[in-house]
């Protein structure tokens, strides 16, 4: 399946819902960062969450998710659109952890059970705007969910999840349900007993249920309609080669002038894609030149 997101809204207007499958680009991730298992867990909730909230709240511009725990993991930053793109990185992308004691990956002990989950929306123009939260338990999505209930003030839920195989990432993906104002003690219920019953939102996808009819699987007992068709979700990094010798050239001459000679190139990682740019020695002492 492609990976993709959907929008929905109950016909009353109290429920909305972004639903989505990610594993594509959560292999990538993997991947490109050669993860471990743990860690391909994490980043592939974070990457998850990141997609749905830029789908959920973002009409342009960016959504940027710092988990900043204790555990071993360091920081994990997501940066996501509402034109499809997600990309991220884990600061120590090896660390791997037991099994937790329900048998799943030990997300939380790898991001830590405290510290702060700071998400910004940057719509491009003006000064960001950021809200920062203590982490709920460093499993991502009861994160998530404490920002949204922070920000919004209305309940929500969030499911985020990645399956692992022996060969990489066979499902990822996740939702948001958010409760909108007039909603009444009768939605909540109900959409507490549709939790209740969904089961693993991975397990669904490796039997093959569509997005759509997870969606019906959630919000059962509401009349839905999507706001959009299936839009496609990729990992895709801004970074470029140009970009990385604009870096360059905000360098003192010295310092250009003394990789050249000393190095004889630079080279430079980008730490959302892992991917390495070299500048060679003429091309250094051009920029020297100015
Ligand atoms: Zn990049």
Not at 41 to 65: C, E, F, P, S
Not at 203 to 228: C, D, P, Q
Not at 271 to 278: L, S, V
Request: glycine share 12%.
């Amino acid at each position: 399946m492609a990976d993709g997101v959907l929008r929905a809204i109950s016909s009353d207007g109290t429920i909305r819902a972004v639903i989505a499958t990610t594993t594509n680009l959560v292999e990538e991730a993997r991947e490109r960062h050669n993860l471990s298992y743990t860690a391909t867990a994490a980043l592939g909730r974070a990457l998850t969450g990141g997609a749905l909230l830029a789908a959920m709240v973002a009409k342009q511009g960016q959504v940027i998710l710092k988990f900043q725990g204790n555990g071993p993991l360091g920081r994990v930053w997501v940066d996501a659109s509402p034109k499809g793109t997600v990309r991220g990185y884990v600061e120590n992308p090896q660390v791997e952890l037991p099994l937790n004691s329900l048998g799943n990956f030990d997300v939380a002990g790898a991001i830590g059970h405290t510290g702060y989950l700071q998400v910004t929306h940057d719509v491009g123009y003006g000064i960001p705007y950021t809200s920062t939260v203590e982490l709920a338990s460093g499993e991502v999505g009861e994160d998530i969910n404490r920002y949204l209930v922070a920000s919004a003030q209305t309940g929500s839920i969030v499911i985020v999840g990645t399956h692992l195989g022996p060969r990489g990432v066979e499902a990822a993906g996740g939702l948001i349900v958010q409760l909108l104002p007039d909603h009444s003690e009768e939605t909540i219920c109900q959409i507490e007993n549709n939790v209740s019953t969904f089961g693993s939102f991975t397990f669904l996808m490796r039997r093959g249920m569509s997005l759509e009819a997870m969606l019906k699987r959630i919000l059962n007992g509401f009349a839905v309609h999507a706001l959009t068709d299936v839009q496609p979700l990729t990992f895709y990094c801004k970074c470029s080669s140009e970009r990385f010798v604009e870096a360059l050239k905000v360098l003192d001459k010295k310092d250009l002038l003394s990789m050249a000679e000393e190095e004889g190139q630079a080279e430079g990682r980008c730490h959302f894609c892992n991917a390495i740019y070299h500048v060679g020695r003429e091309r250094l002492l051009d920029l020297a030149q100015g």
